[in-house]
Each structure stands twice: as structure tokens, then as C-alpha cells.
């Protein structure tokens, strides 16, 4: 026996809540799905940024070992401040984190960055890195 008659008008305000939900649903998956695929995208750009800080970091590691072994062949070539100045960019560069710590590796970055730039200017050599225009954050 049906009291409200043919009872259509009123089936819509009976489903109100699992039709909200089943949208609600749909909504997510939608959301989820496109987080997914930017979580990829995101790890594929963070890929090629941790590449390209380890080239620039591994390219000032390599200028300040090529200076430390011509001082340990000529010990006269270098004065007291350059000698200094490569121990200081050599253990910045070796305690620079290679895991993703709670560490803020831009200021990091940066200190090298600088003391790399000082210690060009002692050695009076342009303070270049190959493919450094590449390297943004």
C-alpha cells in the first residue's frame, strides 16, 4: 500500500543521502587519481633537481680537490688563506646531508655557493659551474 501515492516525488529526498555520498565518492577518486599523477611528476622534478645539485656540488668538490693536490705537489703555490679557504669549502661540501633530513639544504647550498665564490677570488679564477643556469630552487 503506497500512502504517498505513486511515491516518485518523494524517492529523491529518500536517496538524498546515499546520492550524496556515492558524489562525495566520485569526487575523491577524481582527487585522488590527479594526486597520484602529480605525486609522480613531482618525484620525477625532484629527481632531476637532486641530479643537478649534486653535479654543481660534485663540480666545486672537484675544483677544490684538483687545487689541494697541485698545493700538496707545489706547497709554495699556495699562501696560509687559499689553504684555509679550500678546507673550509672542502668540509662544507662533505657535510652537506646526501639524505632528505630536516636540514635546510638551500641555506646550505648557498654557504658553499658563497665560500666557492671566495675562494675563487683568492684564486683569482672566475667562479664558473658548467650548466649552473640549469640549477634553480
Known amino acids: 500500500m503506497d500512502f504517498l501515492g505513486e511515491g516518485e516525488p518523494f524517492q529523491a529526498a529518500v536517496d538524498l543521502e546515499e546520492n550524496e555520498r ?38 666545486y668538490f672537484s675544483i677544490v680537490l684538483y687545487h689541494q693536490a697541485i698545493g700538496r705537489k707545489h706547497p709554495d703555490i699556495y699562501n696560509e688563506k687559499i689553504n684555509k679557504q679550500l678546507l673550509k669549502l672542502k668540509d662544507l661540501i662533505e657535510n652537506f646531508p646526501l639524505e632528505n633530513e630536516d636540514k635546510d639544504i638551500l641555506t646550505l647550498l648557498s654557504d658553499i655557493e658563497a665560500q666557492y665564490k671566495k675562494l675563487c677570488s683568492l684564486l683569482k679564477i672566475k667562479p664558473l659551474c658548467p650548466d649552473s643556469n640549469f640549477i634553480t630552487f
Open 22 to 59: 556515492l558524489r562525495g565518492y566520485q569526487s575523491g577518486l577524481k582527487i585522488g587519481a590527479a594526486e597520484a599523477a602529480g605525486a609522480a611528476e613531482g618525484a620525477h622534478l625532484g629527481h632531476h633537481r637532486g641530479a643537478a645539485l649534486g653535479y654543481q656540488i660534485g663540480y
